[in-house]
């Protein structure tokens, strides 16, 4: 359909026009006729054919193209039309702009002050297609908070020239809902004077949404992993390069941003303990073949200080195609040592859990035999078992203080010994033992294993050896020596005057608790002699200093 108006010519105004016309410029039925054609935004009359920039009813401008007739009676017929928007901005104006898909076209006229739309580009701002309008109309639909940046970088295009592009957020002209513009445009000059811009806009909301979703997972990621001491990484199997993501990664290795990520090669072959090594190139064999997850455990030497941390990993691979080999791994890595030596305490625990009473019971009987022997009536044999059975349970009460709490080396050498002794432990006279050094506070690391083996040699002299008969005597000494963090404590058990002293054929759980206690939990340097004449156990420990952490005392 065609606008269709007649013109008078000697006043200039509209003597009639169809209502596809009116229509157009937003007049209703018949309101166009007796209009000036200046009105509309025609100067010269008769009318010129071309393309014009009519005056809508509602102030807007709409681009018609204007075919007329030669004037006739005074009269003049005029064949108005509707531009095509897409036609306004021509993509050839600005290629660079238009390489994008599903965009639309937009143009800034210096001349005018008005910003022209293409049907795509209206479409997205909720426009009517070939409406024009001015910057502070659109400035309106702008965000407030956007509205400064966007006209610094407007007006240094139309002043420097050269392409732009900038996002921003804008409500649509038909319903009011915000969405998120990317724009692209470049200033065009004529001669040196800026002309306007052209450029391309597209509606970039969803990708906005979901670039936020993703940051949003992310931290979380980041938060849960961080909660859960996780590092996480990359590694790129072409290249053999990984990538940490996380700080959590560096810290576990030991590592600075600066030394980098490491790679499969180094991980396996230097940093990865070798005994630890084949089962880990099969773990990721097995993943590989299996298309399984990827989990593993072992020790690595941490870069910093050079200490053995157990490690355990868990990943997946990725393929960019079923039945194609994998090209990068994910996965998470976490430090599990304090957890797995907490596994090996707590079971070494229990194991000497059901050791001790087993032994406290072999205990009991060898108290009950040996006050007994000396015991002169029923009440002096009560009086005196009673007190070495209520000592024996003050050894334990001793071992299970709080954690921070400090045991005195001749306090635990004492209760645990003062069922089998007969009178003071200084040495005096013939007594059966002998205990001699200077004071000595052991803090609860190594209080408690301490503890146990001094309860497994006076348990071991109470079966075996001098403790086991009446003429058995013991002598512990200790004294410290001036080295490390807080000097090193040397210790010396001797027994003598008991059964003669053979060694053992086989290591029992005892034998294998002391090496094992002193050795793995003190640092102790253990030696351990069986002359004929008595059981020999010498032993030098590093003390450590005390932890202000673990001991709120200071």
């Known amino acids: 359909m065609i606008g269709l108006l007649v013109i008078g010519l000697g006043d200039g105004r509209i003597r009639t026009a169809n209502p596809h016309l009116c229509q157009l410029l937003d007049y209703p039925d018949g309101g166009l006729t007796g209009v000036e054609l200046t009105r509309l935004g025609e100067t010269a009359l008769p009318v010129t054919n071309g393309i014009r920039r009519w005056h809508?009813?509602?102030?807007?401008?709409?681009?018609?193209?204007?075919?007329?007739?030669?004037?006739?009676?005074?009269?003049?017929?005029?064949?108005?039309?509707?531009?095509?928007?897409?036609d306004l901005v021509p993509a050839v104006e600005n290629q660079a702009a238009l390489t994008a898909a599903g965009v639309?076209?937009?143009?800034?006229?210096?001349?005018?002050?008005?910003?022209?739309?293409?049907?795509?580009?209206?479409?997205?701002?909720?426009?009517?297609?070939?409406?024009?309008?001015?910057?502070?109309?659109?400035?309106?639909?702008?965000?407030?908070?956007?509205?400064?940046?966007?006209?610094?970088?407007?007006?240094?295009?139309?002043?420097?020239g050269g392409p732009f592009a900038l996002q921003c957020r804008l409500r649509r002209a038909d319903d009011g809902t915000e969405i998120h513009l990317g724009l692209r445009g470049?200033?065009?000059?004529?001669?040196?004077?800026?002309?306007?811009?052209?450029?391309?806009?597209?509606?970039?909301?969803?990708?906005v949404v979901a670039r936020t979703a993703l940051r949003a997972g992310e931290q979380r990621l980041r938060i849960a992993t961080s909660l859960a001491a996780l590092g996480i990484f990359e590694w790129h199997m072409l290249d053999d390069q990984a990538v940490w993501e996380n700080e959590r990664?560096?810290?576990?290795?030991?590592?600075?941003?600066?030394?980098?990520?490491?790679?499969?090669?180094?991980?396996?072959?230097?940093?990865?303990?070798?005994?630890?090594?084949?089962?880990?190139?099969?773990?990721?064999?097995?993943?590989?073949?299996?298309?399984a997850v990827l989990k593993a455990t072992g020790r690595i030497r941490r870069r910093s200080d050079g200490a053995w941390r157990i490690i355990d990993l868990a990943g997946r691979f990725e393929r960019d195609a079923p039945h194609r080999?994998?090209?990068?791994?994910?996965?998470?890595?976490?430090?599990?040592?304090?957890?797995?030596?907490?596994?090996?305490?707590?079971?070494?625990?229990?194991?000497?859990?059901?050791?001790?009473?087993?032994?406290?019971?072999?205990?009991?009987?060898?108290?009950?035999?040996?006050?007994?022997?000396?015991?002169?009536?029923?009440?002096?044999?009560?009086?005196?078992?009673?007190?070495?059975?209520?000592?024996?349970?003050?050894?334990?009460?001793?071992?299970?203080?709080?954690?921070?709490?400090?045991?005195?080396?001749?306090?635990l050498l004492a209760n645990e010994l003062r069922?089998?002794?007969?009178?003071?432990?200084?040495?005096?006279?013939?007594?059966?033992?002998?205990?001699?050094?200077?004071?000595?506070?052991?803090?609860?690391?190594?209080?408690?294993?301490?503890?146990?083996?001094?309860h497994e040699l006076t348990t071991n002299a109470a079966k075996y050896g001098a403790l086991s008969t009446p003429d058995g005597r013991v002598v512990i000494t200790w004294d410290l020596v001036?080295?490390?963090?807080?000097?090193?404590?040397?210790?010396?058990?001797?027994?003598?005057?008991?059964?003669?002293?053979r060694a053992p054929t086989r290591q029992g759980f005892g034998s294998r608790l002391l090496q094992r206690v002193l050795t793995a939990q003190v640092r102790a340097d253990v030696t351990i002699d069986y002359p004929p004449d008595g059981f020999h156990l010498r032993m030098l420990a590093p003390l450590p200093a005390r932890s202000t952490v673990l001991d709120p005392r200071g």
């Open 56 to 86: 809508r009813a509602d102030g807007g401008i709409l681009d018609v193209h204007v075919r007329s007739s030669p004037p006739t009676n005074g009269v003049q017929v005029v064949v108005v039309d509707a531009v095509d928007a897409d």
């Open 104 to 160: 639309g076209e937009w143009r800034f006229d210096t001349a005018t002050g008005l910003i022209s739309l293409s049907r795509r580009a209206a479409f997205i701002l909720g426009d009517r297609p070939g409406v024009r309008f001015s910057w502070a109309t659109l400035r309106g639909r702008l965000d407030a908070e956007e509205v400064g940046r966007i006209e610094t970088q407007v007006r240094s295009a139309l002043a420097e």
């Open 186 to 207: 470049e200033a065009s000059r004529n001669d040196g004077v800026s002309a306007g811009i052209v450029g391309v806009v597209q509606d970039i909301t969803a990708q």
């Open 249 to 291: 990664m560096f810290a576990i290795f030991g590592r600075s941003v600066e030394d980098g990520a490491v790679g499969k090669r180094e991980f396996l072959e230097h940093i990865l303990h070798p005994d630890d090594r084949a089962a880990f190139r099969s773990a990721i064999t097995n993943a590989l073949r299996g298309d």
């Open 325 to 411: 080999l994998p090209r990068r791994l994910i996965g998470v890595v976490a430090d599990v040592t304090e957890r797995r030596m907490a596994e090996e305490r707590q079971t070494l625990l229990i194991r000497e859990l059901h050791h001790r009473v087993k032994n406290t019971l072999a205990t009991v009987q060898a108290i009950v035999g040996s006050t007994a022997r000396t015991a002169s009536s029923i009440e002096s044999f009560y009086e005196a078992f009673v007190g070495r059975i209520m000592s024996l349970a003050h050894t334990h009460s001793v071992l299970t203080e709080d954690t921070w709490q400090t045991a005195s080396l001749r306090t």
């Open 419 to 454: 069922p089998y002794a007969d009178g003071d432990m200084d040495g005096a006279g013939d007594a059966r033992i002998h205990l001699k050094g200077p004071a000595v506070d052991l803090t609860s690391e190594l209080a408690v294993p301490i503890g146990m083996a001094i």
């Open 482 to 501: 001036p080295d490390g963090p807080a000097g090193t404590l040397r210790f010396e058990w001797r027994e003598s005057g008991g059964p003669t002293v």
